[in-house]
Each structure stands twice: as C-alpha cells, then as structure tokens.
C-alpha cells in the first residue's frame, strides 16, 4: 500500500542523521525537522517540514515548511516549497531524495526557485540585504 512507512522513518535516522531528525509519521504525512548550514543565512537554524502524500512513491508528495521563513522557493503564507523533484516526479524517487533536496534548498537559497516574489528580489539584488532579513525574520 502507497504512503509513509515504519522503514521511511528508519532511513532518515539512519541516512540524515546530522540534518534531519525524525519528529512524526501518519501513513500519509511525515513530519520532520531540518538543519540548514551554519554557513546559510538561516545559521543553523531548524525547521519543521511536512511532506504529505497519499500514494507517495507513485506520486510526488508536497512538501511544506511549517516554520516561518524568509525564502525565495518558499510561499510566505502557505511555506509551499518550490522543489525540482517533485516536479520532474518519477516513483523511483525516495523519501531520502527528497529530504536531500529540502535540505539543500534551505540551506542555499537559489533565486532561480521562486515561490516568493520578495525574497526572490532580494537575493538577486543585494545577497546581503536578504541574508540579513532571512536570519531576523525566520522562527
């Protein structure tokens, strides 16, 4: 049966360890923690992700930020997170790719990605005026 199993949960233990922590499990939404870079304009910070999916692998999940945060792939008020894999999906993909990409989309803000206007902006034309408002507007 599609969705969100015991071993999903044991492969993020076992395979993010350092940049991920396992929070919850439903048999269609998995909710996790994850900690970007302190090299990212967030400095370490952690933030809730929910990744639902009903059929997950056959079809991509949505992936949503629960945590407040300043960033271009990111709606502001829904944290719909833009995400190549979900959107090139093929149900070859794991819950680990996914987490992988989450990671590294939070942890190096792209403006090409853009699900935030503002954001988007901003890091396209003053790096540093966005990193500033990143780390003080984000929770």
């Not at 396992?22 to 952690?46: A, I």
């Amino acid at each position: 049966m599609p969705g969100f199993e015991v071993k999903h949960e044991r492969d993020i233990k076992k395979t993010l360890k350092d940049q991920v922590t396992f929070v919850s499990r439903t048999p269609s939404e998995l909710t996790v923690k994850v900690k970007t870079t302190e090299q990212s304009p967030y400095k370490g910070r952690e933030f809730t992700v929910k990744i639902k999916g009903d059929s997950f692998p056959l079809t991509a999940p949505t992936v949503r930020i629960a945590s407040t945060i300043f960033h271009p792939a990111i709606e502001p008020e829904t944290g719909k997170t833009c995400l190549i894999i979900t959107t090139n999906w093929n149900a070859k993909n794991t819950i680990i790719d996914v987490l992988r990409e989450v990671y590294q989309v939070l942890s190096n803000p792209d403006p090409a990605m853009s699900n935030n206007t503002e954001a988007q902006t901003l890091i396209s034309t003053d790096r540093e005026a966005f990193n500033k408002r990143a780390f003080e507007t984000t929770d």
